[in-house]
């Protein structure tokens, strides 16, 4: 039995919207240790910057990712900041 290659995969446009967004929650990679949670609040962010989810305060809490180093409070004011500048 063989296993098939992997599907091909492209890069994300570097101006896009959704590219910008997983780079803003890459910043915080020393705060946010698990990639499968910075994926997930990627993703929830990505849906909050094109109007279909919920703002960064509410996010930090219901994706249930583990914080280190920074409280919500200021993980959630620091995304909010880096969202405004997109």
Known sequence: MSTLPGPKTQKADPNSLE??????VEKFASNIPIQNDR???????????SDEGDSPEIL???TK???EGI???ELAASLNEELGKI
């Open 65 to 67: 990712i583990q914080i």
């Open 71 to 73: 409280t919500k409070t």
């Open 39 to 49: 994926y997930r609040l990627g993703y929830s962010l990505f849906k909050y910057m």
């Open 19 to 24: 590219k910008k967004v997983y780079n803003i």
């Open 60 to 62: 930090v809490n219901s």
